[in-house]
């Protein structure tokens, strides 16, 4: 949410206004200046009073994100007001089209809602307050209508992804869709401002930084979509890059258990207790300075090194959970098991880093 300009909170959620966002209501104050002026008045008053209050709209479109979010349990990490609108920045807690649907929708509908109570504001007031409703009536509603188009970054871009996500099944489908529509959005306001400006039209330049801002924002949707996909193509391969243990009862001497292990296949040799459940790994430079002619005298036990809580990982619904237990712990390797204990294998770094190359 960056370091700089203004911070505080709304209904629980933290908003966060940077240097650009102040830039930004002071250039629409600026620029709506000369529709409030008057015989004898600059306009920039009331024309400053509308930008802060139009900023005030974009939050309550973003609360209005943020709360749908928060129905559906996911933690909401911030709003941010900035030069060309605002964002908010919350955590899924699943995987799912429908809430996608609903939170995208939440943002354009409070608009719309807020431009026809602008609307009805400006038939019952007169003089500035009526001009006042009635630019914030007309700027919500153009909002409202451009967050509706169907493509990414819009609003409408994450009804696009939602309604292609349900059809296909994959999130990553969706995604690639409203990315594709977005740029085919960014093309089209693009075609329009040059069109105009060569027809003798105003240089709208701001049409112009929308549609690039549009453009951008669908390409990395589509990059977002295809790093989706290949970490899902990873995650469906973690399971087959468990390497095989060996696993022994911890009151098994260290000659019969070394017997039975196959280094060539297996990547370690651990201990289990009655139920199956893992206790430790063979150190394998202390049981190798044990003499042979004593190996069958001892248990495995004691040449054994416990296995440290961070480096135990449960096999669950999403694989890649064991890519970022991996990644956390800092080690080379992890020991995988069920949810009941029981070892199925070691997650080695190199064999995840060899597939997320490849």
């Known amino acids: ?137 007309w700027t919500n509603l153009l909002l409202g209508v451009l967050n509706l188009l169907p493509g990414a970054p819009l609003d409408g871009g994450g009804i696009v992804k939602a309604a292609a996500w349900r059809l296909s099944g994959s999130e990553s489908t969706g995604a690639k869709a409203a990315g594709y529509a977005g740029m085919v959005i960014a093309g089209l306001l693009a075609l329009f401002t040059i069109w105009a400006f060569l027809n003798g039209g105003a240089f709208l330049l701001l049409t112009l930084l929308l549609a690039g801002f549009i453009g951008f924002g669908a390409y990395q949707s589509v990059r977002n979509a295809d790093a989706r996909q290949a970490w899902q193509n990873v995650g469906e391969r973690i399971p087959h890059l468990i390497r095989p243990v060996l696993a022994v009862s911890d009151r098994e001497t260290l000659q019969a258990a070394l017997d039975r292990w196959d280094r060539a296949r297996q990547v370690s040799l651990v201990t289990v207790d009655d139920h199956g459940r893992m ?11 044990v003499p042979i002619e004593r190996r069958a005298e001892v248990l495995i036990g004691p040449f054994t090194s416990i296995i440290p809580a961070e480096q135990r990982v449960v096999l ?43």
């Open 279 to 289: 206790l430790a790994a063979l150190a394998i430079a202390a049981a190798d300075a």
């Open 1 to 137: 949410m960056g370091d700089s300009g203004l911070r505080f909170n709304v209904a629980g959620f933290p908003v966060s206004l940077p240097l650009g966002g102040i830039v930004g209501v002071l250039l629409i104050a600026y620029l709506w200046a000369p529709n409030f002026s008057t015989p004898g008045r600059s306009g920039l008053l009331m024309a400053a009073v509308f930008a802060v209050l139009l900023y005030v709209c974009v939050l309550i479109h973003e609360l209005a994100h943020a709360w749908a979010a928060r129905g559906y349990g996911y933690p909401v990490h911030g709003i941010t007001l900035w030069l060309l609108g605002g964002y908010t920045v919350y955590e899924r807690r699943d995987s799912r089209p429908g809430p996608e649907l609903v939170i995208s929708l939440t943002g354009p509908l409070s608009t719309l809602v807020l431009a026809g109570l602008c609307w009805v504001g400006a038939q019952v007031t007169t003089g500035q307050t009526g001009a006042l409703l009635g630019a914030l009536a």
């Open 316 to 358: 669950g619904d999403d694989p890649m959970d064991l890519v970022r237990a991996l990644s956390d712990s800092g080690l080379s390797a992890v020991f995988v098991t069920d949810d009941r204990m029981r070892p199925l294998g070691v997650l080695l770094a190199t064999d995840v880093n060899a597939a997320l190359g490849s």
